[in-house]
């Protein structure tokens, strides 16, 4: 399979999920240009999650197609499709490229042993979807940018609890290794069919510690306007609800999947729009 090929399922799979459906509701020039980020960030994802072969040496690919939009020499389509973002509202390349980075680290890191560990790597996976967001609402300041780095590494570290089972079957433990060890947890916790209390409690701290970090989002979303303000308490809401709904789950990922529910993010996004 062809990076090409992948490119093509990538774009199938896209269309057939909610993201550009949440799209509708912005305006048709961000709305656009959104949806071109997206359709790479799949793709990047897709390779370095499932691709044939040297998965490394084909984000190596994507990484030289990317530096190569600048001088018009890319080729891939998700990466030419990016264009017209970086023209029109000036986005930088760097971070589509931590994208890739991002991806290169799944290839080779499959634990973190500290917080701190796993937030860097949440400023390569997470936080330069942000950053591209503030650019193309033209609200990339050095302020909007700390504080939506905070909200996108919440979102990730949400996502990693509500993940655990799934990601351990993948070979992936993003849990801080220093944390479970601490707790005592051992690695067949992590492929059970039920959440052991040890588990939960170190679930709990990761939640927590998203609780804070997202309360940068009041600040962020007070600060924009526009469909930006709305996108991003949308962003926001959504963390909120997720942990909300692992807290109130008693951290029980095993059993189930936790997901945020429709009401309480509209409430909680209702509440960043009047309060902020």
């Not at 509500?162 to 944390?179: H, K, S, T, W």
């Amino acid at each position: 399979m062809t990076l090409d090929d992948i490119a093509s399922r990538s774009a199938r799979q896209m269309r057939a999920e909610n993201f550009p459906v949440a799209l509708r509701a912005l305006p048709r020039g961000p709305r656009a240009q959104l949806a071109r980020v997206y359709e790479f960030a799949r793709f990047v994802d897709d390779v370095g999650d499932s691709a044939p072969g040297d998965r490394l040496a084909l984000l190596d690919m994507i990484d030289a197609d990317v530096r190569a939009l600048s001088r018009g020499g890319a080729t891939l389509p998700p990466v030419v499709g990016l264009r017209p973002v970086l023209d029109a509202c000036a986005v930088p390349v760097d971070p589509f490229l931590d994208l890739i980075q991002a991806n290169r680290m799944d290839q080779v890191s499959t634990r973190y042993d500290s917080f701190d560990e796993l937030l860097g790597y949440c400023r390569l996976s997470a936080a330069p979807v942000g950053r591209i967001v503030l650019y193309i609402a033209g609200a990339a300041s050095t302020a909007n940018i700390a504080d939506s780095d905070a909200v996108c590494a919440a979102l990730q570290v949400l996502e990693h609890c509500q993940d655990v089972g799934e990601d351990a079957r993948l070979g992936r433990v993003y849990l801080p290794a220093v944390e479970l060890r601490m707790a005592g947890v051992p690695e067949d916790d992590l492929f059970a069919a039920a959440t052991s209390p040890r588990l939960r409690r170190v679930i709990s701290v990761q939640v927590a510690r998203s609780y804070e970090l997202l309360g940068a989002g009041r600040g962020l979303v007070g600060r924009l306007s526009g469909w930006a303000r709305f996108a991003v308490s949308g962003y926001v809401a959504g963390g909120l609800a997720t942990a909300g709904a692992l807290r109130s789950a008693d951290y029980r990922v095993l059993e189930r999947h936790i997901g945020p529910g429709k009401a309480r993010t509209a409430l909680y996004a209702a509440r960043l729009m009047v309060r902020t």
